[in-house]
């Protein structure tokens, strides 16, 4: 799903504090159409990632 999102209809309520992602705007907000979560089996919260993610240019 990386850079192939688009920001013209945000998923909304959620809440990301990536600050250098491209979907990340003011207010810790994600305004990505859909993100996609990765972390098979994850025990912790540091297991799981956004893997939507993609750099601000
Ligand atoms: S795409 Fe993922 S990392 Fe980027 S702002 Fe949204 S939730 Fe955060």
Redesign the pocket.
């Known amino acids: 799903m990386q850079g192939r ?1 688009d920001k013209s209809n945000p ?1 909304g309520r ?1 809440k ?3 600050n250098t ?5 003011n207010g810790d ?4 159409s859909a ?1 996609e979560i990765q972390g098979l089996n994850a025990r912790n919260t540091d297991n799981t990632d ?5 750099p601000r240019h």
């Open positions: 999102v998923i959620v990301c504090v990536v992602c491209q979907y990340y705007e907000r994600c305004v990505a993100i956004c893997a939507t993610f993609s």
